[in-house]
């Protein structure tokens, strides 16, 4: 099924919050980081390597829903609605219910993952949310894993780099979320789990250089001993 487009990319951010935004920062503050916090222990090493400013890329393994939700909680407030999980449109956007609660509680880019046109084609969706100042978190595996082995990455990611060379990428490894909320199942179970985020880097090469530097870089993360 092709998926719809009709949503406009996200634009520049202005300076007063909409209702959705609102809505956003009060489920991660009620709802969401006191899940995070108190269910799954979530503990976070390397915060400091986030970029304090945006456009940025955050990429990262995935093997759980809760992977979104645990790297939004990263953030300040008032910077998530400048901050967009790229997700899959047929999936998140399946129907009415689904497509309000993604796009508020997470502010989603949705994406065709098949039947690509140049109409629908991601690559220039992504291009024009960095160029309006817009941060991106992206998972190259392209779909959900079944267990801690990860997934190659997908070159969509070079193609963005190719033409926003200057936006910092960020590495992350995330432990265990796939135990607490395996995929297929709705109910998560208490799981300790982490968020390992590596130094920032700017990348250039070619598609193949920069898509196995990235898989390395988030490969050498889950190599790091647990923390204590």
């Known amino acids: ?27 991660f ?18 915060r400091a390597h986030l970029p304090a400013t945006d456009p940025f890329i955050v990429v990262a393994n995935h093997s759980s829903h809760l992977d979104t939700l645990a790297l939004l ?10 901050i967009h999980p790229v997700a899959a449109a047929d999936y998140f956007q399946r129907n009415r219910l689904i497509s309000a609660i993604t796009r508020t509680a997470c502010h ?9 046109t140049e109409d629908n084609d991601p690559i220039p969706r992504m291009i024009a949310c960095l160029k ?9 595996e392209g779909t ?11 070159s969509g990611i070079a193609r963005v780099l190719e033409q926003m060379p200057e936006v910092p990428v960020v590495p992350a490894y995330l432990v265990n979320m796939g135990r607490s909320l395996p995929k297929g199942e709705c109910i998560p179970v208490p799981f300790f789990c982490e968020v390992r985020l590596g130094e920032a880097r700017q990348l250039r090469g ?9 898989e390395q870089a988030v ?3 889950a190599d790091v001993a647990p923390a204590s």
């Open 144 to 154: 959900r894993g079944s267990g801690a082995a990860m997934g190659p990455f997908r």
């Open 206 to 214: 070619s598609r193949q250089e920069m898509v196995q530097a990235l």
């Open 219 to 221: 490969r050498a993360l």
């Open 29 to 46: 503050t009620l709802l969401i980081k006191p899940f995070l916090t108190l269910f799954i222990g979530l503990r976070v090493r390397g």
């Open 1 to 27: 099924m092709a998926a719809s487009m009709s949503h406009p990319t996200p634009q520049a951010a202005s300076t007063r919050l909409t209702g959705r935004d609102v809505l956003q920062m009060l489920l």
């Open 108 to 116: 989603i880019l949705p994406i065709a993952r098949r039947d690509i």
């Open 73 to 82: 909680s990263l953030f300040p407030l008032t910077r998530l609605r400048r």
């Open 132 to 140: 309006a100042g817009q941060s991106l978190l992206l998972f190259p």
